[in-house]
C-alpha cells in the first residue's frame, strides 16, 4: 500500500452511523441502500411464491383459501416487478457504477438521488400497509384489470397509490442517468466510449422517464373511478374497460425493456472482463439497446389479441413485436463472438452470464411464440406466458443481477465470497430455475390458464415437477444469500482487481474513494474495454 | 380429423416457431459451451481482440430477420379466418358471469354448457354480465376475452365428436379456476333431439331452477357453508350486523331484506363478506320469480 491510499478513506469509512447511511448523497451509499430494500423485497416475493408453488402441488385446496391464492399471487407480482425488478439493477448497480464507468464522482443530482430511494421507501410502505388495513391486499392480479379492479373490496386503492409513489422514484433515477450521462462523462470520454452497461442505462432512462408517467396517470384514474365513481373504465358506469388495457401496457410493455436492457448491460461487461478481450460487435450491442427501446414502445397491444382487436392492428402489433427479436438475437450473437478467441477464465460472474444467455434465449424464443398471432390464442393468459416471463425475468434479470453482484462484490466491499460454495450455490439455482419454469410452458401449450387456485386433473403431473423445482431453486437462493453475507465478514482482499477487469471501475481501489477516483481517471485509447490489468499490463 | 377447423392453423404456427426455436436454443448452447472449453485460459493463454467483423453481423442481422417474418406470417395466417364467422354459422349466446358459464339458444333454449352439431360453423355471442372472462376452449385452440358492454364474437367448428373443456382464461375473481364448462360435438340429429328436449325439472322447486340459471349457487351455498355470499341456509329470521353506509346495524332478515338486497345488492353488506361484487337482478328476475326464490329460501331449514 502506498501512503495515499491509506490517507484517502473508502466510501464506507468516511462516516459511520444509521444517519450518514440513510441520508447519504453518495451514489455508491445509495446503491447499497437499494441493494438491501430490493434484496429484502426479493425474497418477500420469492416467500409467496413458493407459498404460491405449495398450493398447487396437489388439485384442490391443500394449504390456502382461493381468495387468500389470489391476493398472494397480486401481492407476489406488485412486489417482484414494482419493488425488486424495476429498481433492481439500475437503482443498485446503475447507481453505484455508472458514475465511476464514466470516470465523474456522482450522478448529477445527488439529492434528487437520495429523494429517489426515500420516495421507494415510501411507496413500499404503503404496499405493505394493504396488508393491515381494509379488507385485504388485492385480489386483482397486478395488472389491476378493470372493471374487476373497480368492484372488488379489496385494497386495489392503496396497492396502485403504492405503484403510483415507486413510479416517481422511478422516473427520478431516469432523469438522472439521463443528465449524468449527457453532462458528466470524463473529459474526452465520448458517447462510443462509454462501456455498454452506460448504454444500456441510458436507453432505460429513457424508457423510466417517458413512459412511466402514463401507468401513473392510470392508475389515479383506477383510485378516482373507485372513491369518486366516474366512470372511466366500468362499463356498467359508462367505462371502457378495453381503454384501461391500452394505457396499462403502454407502459408496462416497454417497462419489460427497464427489466431486460441493464440486465443485458450487465452481461456485456461480465464477458468481455472473463474473456480477456474486447467486446465483440460494441456499437451493434449499443445501438440495439437504443433500438429495443425505441421499438418496445410499440408493441404494447400485443398483450391484447385476445381483448378484441381488429385485423390491421393486430398484425401491425405482431409484426412490431417480430421486429424486437432483431436486435436481441444480434446481441446473443455477439457475446457468443466475445468468447471466440478469448481466454476464459470460467469464475461465478460468468456462470450467471452464460446461464443468463441460455435462459434468456427460451425467455425470448418463447416470447416469438406469443408474438405470432395464432399460437397466441391459444397460449395467451396461460402457464405458457408465465413461464416465458418468468424466464426473461427471473433466468434473464434476476441472474444477471447476481452476476453483477458477484462480479462487483469485491469492488463494492473490498471482500470476498466463497467462491466454491458461489458455483454450487449457481448450479443448484440454475437447476431448480428450470425445473421450476419448463414445466409451466408444457402446462399452457396443454391449456392450463394462469392465475388458477384449482385446477383439473390433467394438469397434477407437470404442476408437482415445478412445486419440486421450487423447493431446489430456494435451496440454491438461500445457500447463495448466506455465502454472500458471510463473505462480509470475512478478511479484505488485498488486490482491488481480483478479475483482471479491463474496464474502468477496475482502475480505481476497492472499495472505491468517497470521490471515486483519487485523481482523475486517465482514458486509454481503443474503447472501454481496453484497461491495462496484471495479464496485458 | 382435428377437434376443430382452427386446430391447423394454430398448431402449425406454434410448432414451426417452437421447431425453429429448439434449433436455435441448442444450436446457441453447444457453440457457448465449446467456446467455453476450446478458449479457456489453460487453452488459450492469450486472448486475441477481434473488434467486429462486418460480414458476420450482416448475415445474423439479416437471417433473424427473414425468419421472423416468417413466423410473422404464419401467425396472421392462422389467425385471420378466426376474425370473421361465415354467413351460414349458427348464432348461440355465451354469457359469462361470475363464475358460469350458460349459453342460450336461438330458440330460447338454455343450458349450462354447450352441445353443438358436429360440421357446422358455430358463432358465439359473448355477453359478459359483470367483469372480464375468457371462453377458451384448448382443444378447439379458440379464445375470446368477454368484455362487459362490448358486443364480441368467436367462431369455430367442432369436426370430431366428443366432449371437450370450457375454461375461463382471464382472471375474475376470487372462483375464477372454477368457471368451467363443457363443450360436447354431438351427430346433427342427436343435436336436434337434444335442441327440443327440455330438461326435466317439474321435481325440483321453481325456485332452485331460478338460482342454478342466475348463477346464485356459485356465491351462495345451500348447506350453511361460507363461499363468498352468506348461506341461503336458515337465512329468514336470521340476525346479521350489516354495514350501511359505513355505519353497522343489526337487522333481522326477512322478505323485504331479500327482495331489496336481489334488486341492489349495493345498499348494504353483511359483515364478513366483500361488497361490490354481486350483480343487481333488478329486471333481470321478476316479482314472481323472487317470490320463488324466498319461497325456495324459506324450505331450506
Not at chain 1, 282 to 290: C, E, F, G, L
Not at chain 1, 463 to 477: A, E, K
Not at chain 2, 20 to 37: A, D, E, H, K, R
Not at chain 2, 191 to 204: A, G, I, N, R
Request: net charge neutral.
Amino acid at each position: 500500500m502506498t501512503e495515499s491510499e491509506i490517507s484517502q478513506p473508502n466510501y464506507l469509512q468516511v462516516k459511520k452511523g444509521l444517519f450518514s447511511w440513510i441520508f447519504t448523497l453518495d451514489h455508491k451509499r445509495i446503491g447499497l441502500l437499494y441493494l438491501y430494500s430490493v434484496g429484502a423485497f426479493f425474497l418477500v416475493g420469492v416467500a409467496l411464491g413458493v407459498l404460491m408453488r405449495l398450493e398447487l402441488l396437489n388439485p384442490g385446496r391443500d394449504i390456502i383459501e382461493a381468495q387468500t391464492y389470489n391476493q398472494v399471487f397480486t401481492l407476489h407480482g406488485v412486489i417482484m416487478i414494482f419493488l425488486f425488478i424495476i429498481p433492481s439493477i439500475p437503482a443498485v448497480f446503475g447507481n453505484f457504477f455508472l458514475p465511476i464507468m464514466l470516470g465523474t464522482d456522482d450522478v448529477a443530482f445527488p439529492k434528487l438521488n437520495l429523494m429517489s430511494w426515500w420516495l421507494y421507501v415510501v411507496g413500499a410502505l404503503f404496499a405493505l400497509s394493504t396488508l393491515v388495513f381494509g379488507d385485504g391486499p388485492a385480489d386483482t392480479g397486478w395488472t389491476f384489470y378493470a372493471p374487476y379492479s373497480v368492484k372488488t373490496g379489496t385494497n386495489v386503492s392503496l396497492s396502485v397509490l403504492a405503484a403510483f409513489i415507486l413510479g416517481f422514484s422511478s422516473i427520478l433515477t431516469g432523469l438522472n442517468f439521463i443528465v449524468t450521462i449527457h453532462r458528466l462523462r470524463a473529459p474526452g470520454m465520448g458517447f462510443n466510449d462509454m462501456p455498454l452497461f452506460s448504454w444500456a442505462l441510458y436507453a432505460t432512462s429513457w424508457i423510466q422517464l417517458l413512459a412511466t408517467p402514463i401507468i401513473g396517470i392510470t392508475l389515479l384514474m383506477i383510485v378516482a373511478e373507485r372513491i369518486l365513481g366516474i366512470g372511466l373504465f366500468d362499463p356498467s358506469i359508462g367505462g371502457d374497460p378495453i381503454l384501461y388495457q391500452h394505457l396499462f401496457w403502454i407502459y408496462s410493455h416497454p417497462a419489460v425493456y427497464i427489466m431486460a436492457l441493464p440486465a443485458m448491460g450487465i452481461v456485456s461487461e461480465i464477458i468481455p472482463t472473463f474473456a480477456q478481450r474486447t467486446i465483440f460487435g460494441y456499437k451493434a450491442i449499443a445501438y440495439s439497446s437504443m433500438a429495443i427501446a425505441f421499438v418496445g414502445y410499440f408493441v404494447w397491444g400485443h398483450h391484447m389479441f385476445t381483448s378484441g382487436m381488429s385485423g390491421p392492428a393486430a398484425y401491425i402489433f405482431s409484426i412490431l413485436t417480430f421486429f424486437v427479436a432483431i436486435p436481441t438475437s444480434i446481441k446473443v450473437f455477439n457475446w457468443l463472438a466475445t468468447l471466440y478467441k478469448g481466454s476464459i477464465n470460467i469464475q461465478v460472474p460468468l456462470l450467471f452470464a452464460v446461464g443468463f444467455i441460455f435462459n434468456f434465449l427460451i425467455g425470448g424464443l418463447t416470447g416469438l411464440v406469443n408474438g405470432a398471432l395464432a399460437a397466441d390464442v391459444h397460449l395467451h393468459d396461460t402457464y405458457f406466458v408465465v413461464g416465458h416471463f418468468h424466464y426473461v425475468m427471473f433466468g434473464g434479470t434476476g441472474f444477471a443481477f447476481f452476476g453483477a453482484l458477484h462480479y462487483w462484490y469485491p469492488k463494492m466491499w473490498g471482500k470476498m465470497y466463497n467462491r466454491t460454495v458461489a458455483n454450487l450455490a449457481f448450479a443448484i439455482l440454475f437447476i431448480g430455475f428450470n425445473m421450476l419454469y419448463f414445466p409451466m410452458f408444457i402446462l399452457g401449450i396443454m391449456g392450463m390458464p394462469r392465475r388458477y387456485y384449482d385446477y383439473l386433473p390433467e394438469f397434477h403431473t407437470f404442476n408437482q415437477i415445478s412445486t419440486y423445482g421450487s423447493w431446489i431453486l430456494v435451496t440454491g437462493l438461500l445457500l447463495m444469500v448466506y455465502n454472500l453475507i458471510k463473505g462480509y465478514f470475512s478478511k479484505p482482499v488485498s488486490e482491488p482487481n481480483p478479475w483482471n477487469g479491463i474496464t474502468l471501475e477496475w482502475q480505481t481501489k476497492s472499495p472505491p474513494p468517497l470521490h471515486n477516483f483519487d485523481k482523475a481517471p486517465e482514458l486509454v485509447k481503443g474503447g472501454p474495454y481496453n484497461y491495462p490489468n496484471a495479464i496485458n499490463g | 380429423m382435428n377437434a376443430s377447423n382452427f386446430v391447423e392453423g394454430v398448431d402449425f404456427s406454434l410448432y414451426l416457431i417452437l421447431g425453429i426455436s429448439v434449433f436455435f436454443l441448442v444450436g446457441i448452447t453447444v457453440v457457448m459451451i465449446y467456446f467455453l472449453f476450446r478458449y479457456r485460459k489453460k487453452n488459450n493463454p492469450v486472448a486475441t481482440n477481434i473488434p467486429h467483423n462486418t460480414y458476420l453481423e450482416i448475415i445474423w442481422t439479416v437471417i433473424p430477420t427473414i425468419l421472423v417474418l416468417i413466423m410473422f406470417w404464419y401467425g396472421w395466417m392462422g389467425y385471420k379466418p378466426m376474425l370473421t364467422a361465415p354467413d351460414d354459422a349458427m348464432e348461440i349466446e355465451a354469457i359469462g358471469q361470475m363464475w358460469k358459464w350458460s349459453f342460450k339458444y336461438p330458440d330460447g333454449k338454455t343450458s349450462d354448457s354447450l352441445v353443438i352439431p358436429i360440421n357446422k360453423p358455430i358463432k358465439l355471442k359473448l355477453i359478459s354480465k359483470d367483469v372480464l372472462h375468457a371462453l377458451y376452449i384448448p382443444a378447439f385452440r379458440v379464445k375470446q376475452d368477454v368484455v362487459p358492454g362490448k358486443d364480441y364474437m368467436m367462431w369455430f367448428t367442432g369436426q370430431k365428436l366428443g366432449t371437450y373443456d370450457i375454461l375461463c382464461a382471464e382472471y375474475c375473481g376470487q372462483l375464477h379456476s372454477y368457471m368451467l364448462s363443457t363443450v360436447s360435438v354431438v351427430e346433427s340429429n342427436d343435436f336436434d333431439k337434444w335442441l327440443v328436449s327440455t330438461p326435466d325439472t317439474s321435481s325440483e322447486h321453481p325456485g332452485l331452477t331460478l338460482l342454478k340459471k342466475n348463477a346464485c349457487l356459485s356465491c351462495h351455498t345451500r348447506d350453511g357453508s361460507k363461499l363468498v355470499g352468506p348461506s341461503f341456509k336458515n337465512l329468514l329470521g336470521k340476525t346479521e350486523i350489516v354495514i350501511k353506509d359505513g355505519k353497522e346495524e343489526e337487522i333481522t332478515v326477512d322478505r323485504e331484506y331479500i327482495i331489496t338486497k336481489i334488486k341492489n345488492p349495493k345498499s348494504s353488506v353483511v359483515d364478513g363478506y366483500q361488497a361490490g361484487l354481486m350483480t343487481p337482478y333488478d329486471g333481470i328476475l321478476s316479482d314472481e320469480d323472487i317470490n320463488n326464490i324466498i319461497e325456495y329460501i324459506e324450505s331450506l331449514k
